[in-house]
């Protein structure tokens, strides 16, 4: 399998395009131990032409590790848990208004995110699978933290190192709307704590751990913290560190939220746009324990 595969850079500091790889036939025996150190290497692949069944793709994803669902408390007992869809089409055709809840949290998607930093476990990455492209916009932009954190001076890097933010689900949906923040959906979890830096575990590489669900730095005032969460994220989303994505059906695009930050950008919305994303939690193997700082 390894034979056929060929790459090509996303941009010069991260990313690669994948190619000579059926990913339905991908398998914990046969292909993943190299997908996995593309992974480790390159922050984000890409995979164009693919034709993932949603079965195929939690399969994929179950490679990576345990699947996150964030709706577990509603399920009952042995029920299957569908693929989650980030997406504007309504279940009975057409979609959703401008002010609908449902698109207004599409927006929250467009600030520069890590998936998952709101959950007491965070996301290691997303799969992002193309099911319904827009003619126009709706592109997907991944930013590099892990080279933005390795042009930083050193005095900032170590700075970072003893930073710790604290993050809630609600503050992203605030920037967007506040009555869209009030919603019982975005106050399930407790504000989790997280340094600023995430190191690989294999490589020893950091990244900046920095998102739109940051609400406070410990030891800052608000304001301080809040023009410190701006410049942070800022520096990470300069245009050297960004890949921007226009989508075309059968691609996936998967990313390390150890190394990249991401967003969605805007499109006419009476288009309908629907990726189907699976989220894999990180484990101690990925470095959540040097995540987690000392407790307060
Ligand atoms: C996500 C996400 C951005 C987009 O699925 O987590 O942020 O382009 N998506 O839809
Ligand atoms: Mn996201």
Redesign the pocket.
């Known amino acids: 399998m390894q034979s056929r595969i060929a790459l090509r850079p996303l941009t010069p500091c991260f990313g690669v395009e994948v190619s000579g790889l059926d990913l339905a036939r991908i398998s914990r025996d046969e292909g993943y131990a190299e997908l996995r150190r593309l992974f480790e290497v390159h922050s984000a692949l890409l995979f164009r032409g693919q034709s993932l069944t949603d079965a195929d793709h939690q399969r994929l994803a179950a490679l990576f590790g345990p699947i996150e669902d964030r709706e577990a408390d509603s399920r009952k007992p042995g029920e299957a848990v569908p693929v989650p869809l ?1 997406s504007n089409v309504k279940a009975e055709g057409g979609v959703t208004a401008a002010d609908d809840p449902h698109t207004l949290n ?1 927006k929250a ?2 600030l520069w ?1 890590i ?1 998952s930093t709101f959950l007491p476990v965070p996301a290691l990455t ?1 799969i ?1 699978v193309a099911r319904v492209v827009t003619a126009e916009g ?3 932009e991944l930013a590099s933290t892990r080279a933005a954190f390795r042009d930083l001076p050193p005095e900032r890097q170590d700075r970072l190192r003893r930073t710790v933010m604290r993050h809630h689900y609600a503050t992203s949906r605030a920037r967007i709307s506040p009555e869209l923040a009030k919603l019982p959906r975005f106050h399930k979890w407790p504000e989790q704590r997280w340094r600023a830096v995430i190191a690989n575990p294999t490589t020893g590489e950091e990244g900046i751990y920095v998102a739109s669900h940051c609400r406070a730095v410990e030891g800052l005032s608000e304001a301080e913290g809040a023009a410190f969460i701006a410049a942070l994220l800022g520096h990470c989303t300069q245009p050297q560190y960004v890949y921007s994505h226009a989508w075309q059906v059968g691609d996936v695009l998967l990313w390390d939220q150890r190394a990249v930050l ?4 805007p499109w006419p919305y009476n288009q309908p ?1 629907t ?1 189907a ?1 699976l ?1 894999v939690s990180l484990t101690a193997a990925d470095g959540l324990r040097a995540l987690t700082p000392p407790p307060a």
Do not use: K, Q
Request: aromatic share 0%; glycine share 10%; proline share 0%.
């Open positions: 980030v599409l998607n467009m995110h998936d997303n992002l709706g592109r997907t991401h967003r969605g950008t746009r990726l994303s989220c």
